[in-house]
């Protein structure tokens, strides 16, 4: 079984933040099973948390800001891209200011404190989603496009292009998020001279340096920028180096700035809330489109979650009840005994099965062309599972019979056809009382359900 992890022990690392240039602590603790990623505010009143949700996302200006009521943690993917290349599923992360420490732009310092955290299995499954058709979140305009296709893993795929010549087009895919750490979270922020102008300008970005953000310069440098930067970065000497980027720093990776975004990506999308078996591909990939992807997966999920699910059916495991036990209880027989196996009952519910064969006898006049097990036949072989769970109740069921006094709310929703095993679940939805049995039914092929209703049938004692 795959299992949910957390790490080992507290860790801490202290930084400055990029955007606000507070001083701050962070803490990661460890959490328990289901908790996910968790900021909390030490700080304030409360220590208020927010959940690591794409929900909780209220603006993607510079970086992917979460809030919870008035409460705010700015800067969020870059710590979330370790905590998911780790394969860390639960972590609460404290924070004595609004903003997790920038470090050197990348993930690189947060991986090495989870690292030294240690990483510790936990008693429950990890619950991924599963991406199992085509997602897709498009903006016709912008041409940026973000795709989540199936996959065994979670596989990542990111293609920029900037039209500069500095930094033109740049691709960069892992196959398996086990190759983060290597791969991409060395990667560091980045940023063209006129967007850096802009935020110095505007007071936007109070805790960067040279360390801690690639430059590209994409046009001419006057004196007069030049003058500003040494002042904003406390040099004395600034320099275009013959790549394009200011000095100071050394390229990791020729791709480097898709590598980053690539490590957004996987930070952006930790806000989906579960781990990913899912091959993404990102096209111009930004916070603002990452999280409103995340926030169209949730709402899948979501549904999904209210989605009902089909019980569990292992054809190796023995029955609760054979067609010979079946036969004992009911009084039908064939072509008209509909159940082949019970595999579950307890006092409230029942699942049992038909095995759809083309050698059906209804299926030599219903479509015979076309054969399709016919709806009314579905009904009766859902209720004949329902009379197992109402005689079921009685000491003798084999000198009582079950008649059905009402079915309502009856949807076929796909059709059945030979090759198909029904597997019919259902749920008594009030206490038996004076042998009346009210049971709410679904009929799976599969994890789809083809058929439900309600049904109401009373037990009689033969006389």
């Known amino acids: 079984m795959d299992l949910q992890t957390t790490i080992a022990k507290e860790s801490q690392l202290t930084g400055v933040g990029l955007h606000t240039g507070s001083e701050v602590k962070m803490t990661f603790k460890p959490a328990q099973p289901n908790t996910g990623y968790v900021f909390v505010r030490t700080d304030l009143d409360g220590a208020p948390s927010i959940e690591a949700l794409a929900s909780k996302v209220v603006s993607t200006d510079r970086g992917t800001t979460i809030a ?8 969020v993917e870059h710590v979330l891209s370790a905590l998911v290349g780790l394969q860390i599923d639960n972590c609460i992360i404290e924070l004595d200011a609004p903003e997790p420490p920038i470090m050197d732009g990348s993930a690189k310092y947060f991986i090495q404190a989870l690292e030294e955290a240690g990483v510790k299995e936990q008693g429950e499954a990890r619950n991924y989603f599963e991406v ?12 940026i496009e973000i795709m ?16 500069t010549k500095v930094l033109g087009s740049q691709n960069a895919h892992i196959d398996d998020i086990n190759e983060f750490k290597d791969k991409i979270s060395t990667s560091r922020t980045f940023s063209f001279l006129h967007e850096l102008e802009f935020l110095l300008d505007n007071g936007l970005i109070k805790g960067g340096d040279l360390n801690n953000a690639i430059v590209y310069v994409d046009r001419e440098v006057s004196s007069p920028t030049m003058e500003k930067l040494r002042k904003a970065f406390r040099k004395d000497d600034v320099k275009v180096k013959p790549n394009g980027i200011l000095d100071n720093l050394d390229l990791h990776h020729p791709n480097e700035a898709a590598r980053h975004k ?27 489109a990452n999280t409103n992807f995340a926030k169209q997966v949730l709402q899948l999920i979501k549904k999904e979650e209210l989605r009902p699910r089909p019980p569990h059916y292992d054809p190796n495991e023995e029955p609760v009840m054979d067609i010979t036990a079946i036969e004992k209880m009911l009084p039908h027989r064939y072509p008209f005994l509909l159940v082949d196996k019970v595999i579950h009952l307890s006092e409230k519910d029942v699942v049992g099965l038909k095995n759809v064969t083309m050698n059906e006898a209804f299926f030599a006049g219903h479509f015979p062309g076309a054969p399709v097990m016919p709806g009314v036949l579905q009904v009766e072989a859902m209720a004949q599972v329902g009379g197992i769970l109402a005689l079921s109740t009685v000491p003798d069921p084999e000198n009582y019979l079950t008649y059905f006094m009402k079915i309502e709310e009856v949807k076929f929703k796909q059709k059945v056809v030979p090759g198909d095993t029904i597997v019919f679940k259902l749920e008594l939805t009030a206490p038996i009382r004076r042998g ?18 309600r049904l109401m049938a009373q037990i009689t004692k033969e006389k």
């Open 148 to 163: 989540a296709l199936p996959s065994d893993n979670y596989q990542v795929t990111v293609m920029v292009d900037y039209e």
């Open 132 to 143: 199992r058709e085509p997602i897709i979140y498009r903006e016709e305009e912008t041409g």
């Open 262 to 288: 690539l490590l957004d990506v996987v930070g952006d999308l930790a806000l989906i809330g579960r781990p990913l078996k899912a091959r993404i591909i990102a096209t111009k990939p930004g916070h603002k």
């Open 436 to 453: 009346i049995v009210q049971m709410e039914g679904r009929a799976f092929v599969g994890d789809k359900v083809v058929t439900e209703a």
């Open 68 to 75: 919870q009521g008035d409460v705010k943690v700015y800067t």
